[in-house]
């Protein structure tokens, strides 16, 4: 029974006995499976979910620039990679709208390209003692990133989910690598929910500043589905209130 479950997820997805494939095409996949399928998602998770770290004594200790740190990271190497799978793709023939896949894959491609180029126009940071700074004050150039940020991250995530199956597809890749991708995406799905219902999805404005009405971006609702104001419980110190 084992042997026979192993033969089977080892075939191509067609169940084809042989199975070639253009190398430009075998590392177009790679690249945007290790960019749409891992850090792009684990960058985006981290961002929603690690501003406010276990035992970090929020509000006493404020602005953990970690997350930011390995969000950074991982949506500029994601995209970069995405360049790279891009130029593969386009010397092995694809096109624009060859295909269902190519037409989401450009979809996905130009958005994490818009992506980069939004937060690089994000507009200034600014402080209490620096109250003209975009993100500070809320100003409306802020507010519009931050809405178009998210929507646009998230709805590319749902779409390249769906890329990735179709060019698995397209590949004919063995059975192994859409069941591991599955059970990757079960896996982050999973993690997402529990601290989304363990309220870790902390608004960014107040694990900047604090929560004092005193900062003007406090007197304004939190931007996005689900964010939320104040620590976690467990982020909490026994002596915070």
């Not at 430009?24 to 770290?53: C, D, E, F, N, S």
């Not at 939190?222 to 002596?239: D, F, H, L, N």
Request: with cysteine; net charge positive.
């Amino acid at each position: 029974m084992l042997d026979t479950l192993v033969a089977w997820i080892a075939l191509p997805w067609s169940g084809a006995a042989d199975h070639t494939i253009d190398p430009r095409i075998a590392w177009h996949a790679r690249t945007m499976v290790l960019a749409w399928g891992i850090l792009l998602p684990v960058g985006a998770l981290v961002a929603r979910y690690g501003k406010i770290l276990p035992g970090q004594d929020w509000p006493r200790r404020l602005d953990n620039p970690l997350w930011w740190h390995v969000h950074r990271g991982c949506q500029y190497s994601g995209v970069a990679l995405t360049l790279v799978g891009v130029y593969l793709a386009w010397g092995a023939g694809a096109r624009p709208l060859g295909s269902l896949h190519a037409l989401f894959g450009w979809a996905v491609a130009l958005a994490g390209v818009a992506q980069v180029a939004g937060g690089l126009l994000r507009g200034s940071k600014g402080s209490a003692t620096e109250p003209s700074g975009d993100h500070y004050a809320m100003t409306r150039r802020r507010v519009l990133f931050e809405r178009t940020h998210k929507a646009l991250g998230w709805g590319a995530l749902l779409v390249a989910i769906v890329t990735l199956v179709l060019g698995l597809q397209r590949a004919d890749a063995p059975r192994w690598m859409a069941l591991i991708l599955a059970l990757w995406w079960v896996a982050l799905i999973g993690i997402a929910a529990v601290l989304q219902h363990r309220g870790w999805c902390v608004d960014t404005y107040q694990a900047i500043w604090g929560p004092s009405l005193e900062h003007p971006g406090n007197r304004m609702a939190p931007i996005g589905w689900g964010v939320r104001r104040g620590a976690p419980a467990r982020a909490r110190s026994p002596t915070t209130p």
